[in-house]
């Protein structure tokens, strides 16, 4: 059963054009939520944690919110340098770290 | 800045070879992880540790060994490299959980290990 899952898999955007991407969790227990960004051949870069339910993060064209079941990116007017992978993770109450799949972002000028 | 190195970004090695992959973290992290990262299968956790000379088996452990000796350093180990082992090697740190919560994990540049 997975614990999270991201949605969708690859998400084009025209440079401007606003959207969200999806972090949807099934673990016991949510003792913190993370977003990372990677870039193609590199590690994953740390962007946002999250703890409770309602609470909001900002970081330049960014916003990370959460709610009981799942979590939002939203990336508004983003530019091509926003392009790359966006990883989703959750740590339980067992001390687990659960991985999401990635959403892959291609905004094109 | 949290900072995490790996020894280093690319790796070629003949099968059959042992092979070492080094990681560093600078910030006095508690926890340790190494990963593997494919293209459809995500990052999967192959050994983890939360203090000196401790070690947990992750999802995918088989063919692999750990070694923490120093707080800030973690190794892993491939002990007869298989063609099956070529992948991209992620190391991550994290502090131990605050009374708030979770911590997030700190990853690495990655290793690229090409086994022929």
């Known amino acids: 059963e997975d614990q999270v899952t991201q949605s969708p898999e690859a998400l084009r955007l025209q440079e401007g054009e606003s959207s969200s991407l999806n972090c949807s969790y099934t673990?016991?227990?949510?003792?913190?939520l993370f977003w990372y960004r990677q870039d193609p051949g590199k590690g994953p870069e740390f962007l946002f944690t999250?703890?409770?339910a309602g609470e909001e993060k900002e970081k330049e064209r960014l916003k990370a919110t959460l709610t009981k079941k799942e979590s939002f990116l939203h990336i508004t007017a983003p530019k091509p340098e926003d392009s790359a992978t966006y990883l989703c993770a959750v740590y339980d109450n067992f001390n687990k770290f659960y991985f999401g799949s990635g959403t892959k972002l291609n905004v094109k000028p | 800045d949290v900072k995490v190195t790996q020894s280093s970004r690319y790796l070629v090695k003949r099968t059959g070879e042992k092979v070492f992959l080094e990681c560093v973290q600078d910030?006095?992290?508690?926890?340790m992880f190494w990963y593997r990262q494919d293209p459809g299968l995500g990052l999967r956790l192959i050994y983890f540790?939360?203090?000196?000379?401790?070690?947990e088996k992750g999802d995918i452990p088989e063919g692999y060994s750990v070694s923490r000796e120093k707080k800030e350093r973690f190794s892993l180990i491939l002990e007869s490299a298989s063609t099956n082992q070529t992948s991209m090697y992620l190391c991550?740190?994290?502090?131990?959980?605050?009374?708030?919560?979770?911590?997030?994990?700190?990853f690495g540049p990655g290793t690229r290990l090409t086994v022929t």
């Open positions: 999250l703890y409770s």
């Open positions: 910030m006095d992290h508690e926890n």
């Open positions: 540790s939360y203090d000196v000379k401790m070690k």
């Open positions: 673990v016991s227990g949510l003792r913190g």
């Open positions: 991550a740190s994290s502090p131990l959980p605050g009374t708030s919560g979770g911590a997030g994990q700190y």
